[in-house]
C-alpha cells in the first residue's frame, strides 16, 4: 500500500506581497540567526494537514473538496510573529488582518467538517499563518526579536484568494517539495 503526504494549502501568488516577504526574510537573515528560510515557491497557508493518506483514498478526497462552496475572498496579509513563543522561537510567520483571519477560519471550518466525514480528525484550533522561516539555534536571538518587533504591525499587501489546492509533500533532507495534486476554484453557487 502506497502513500502520500499531503495537505490543504493557498498559495500566496501577489507579486508584491511575496517581494515584501523576501525583504523581511532578507533582514531577518542580516540578524545572523540560524534560519531556514522558506522559498518563495513555498509560501503557503495550510488549511489542514492530512498527514500519510493511503493513496487510493485521494480521489475521495479530491471529490469531496469539488463540493466545497465558498466565496472568493481578500486577503490582506499583516504583520509578524512566532510559534510558540519568544522564549523559544521555532517558526517566524506572515499574519493575516482580522477580516482575513475570520474568512481562513471559515473556509478551514468547511474543510474540516467535509473531511470528517471521511474519517479524518478535526484540528483542535487553526490559527492563519504563512511560515517564511524556521529558527534552528537560540544564536542572536536578541537581535532576531528585536527585527521580528520592528514588522508586527508591518502589512505586506493584498490578493484575492480564488482557490485552495490539495498538495503533495515530499521530505528531502534539503527541505520539502511540494506538487499540486488537485485545484479548488472558490466558488459560491
Known amino acids: 500500500m502506497s502513500y502520500v503526504r499531503c495537505f490543504l494549502a493557498v498559495d500566496v501568488k501577489d507579486e508584491e506581497v511575496l517581494t515584501n516577504i523576501e525583504k523581511v526574510q532578507r533582514k531577518l537573515e542580516s540578524s545572523g540567526s540560524e534560519l531556514k528560510l522558506v522559498s518563495k515557491e513555498n509560501l503557503h497557508f495550510t488549511l489542514k494537514f492530512l498527514g500519510e493518506v493511503e493513496e487510493e ?17 481578500k486577503s490582506t496579509y499583516k504583520g509578524i510573529g512566532v510559534f510558540p513563543n519568544f522564549f523559544k522561537i521555532n517558526v517566524i510567520w506572515v499574519g493575516v488582518d482580522l477580516v482575513s483571519e475570520e474568512k481562513f477560519k471559515e473556509l478551514n471550518f468547511i474543510l474540516e467538517e467535509k ?15 504563512l511560515t517564511i522561516s524556521r529558527v534552528k ?26 482557490s485552495f489546492v490539495l498538495k503533495k509533500s515530499l521530505l528531502t533532507p534539503k527541505g520539502p517539495i511540494y506538487s499540486n495534486l488537485a485545484e479548488f476554484p472558490l466558488k459560491y453557487e
Open 57 to 73: 483514498r485521494i480521489k475521495d478526497i479530491i471529490r469531496v473538496l469539488n463540493n466545497v462552496k465558498f466565496p472568493k475572498f
Open 137 to 162: 539555534s537560540n544564536k542572536n536571538k536578541e537581535k532576531l526579536v528585536s527585527i521580528i518587533r520592528e514588522y508586527e504591525g508591518y502589512e505586506f499587501g493584498s490578493e484575492e484568494i480564488k
Open 115 to 129: 473531511l470528517y466525514n471521511l474519517g479524518f480528525n478535526r484540528d483542535r484550533s487553526f490559527v492563519p499563518h
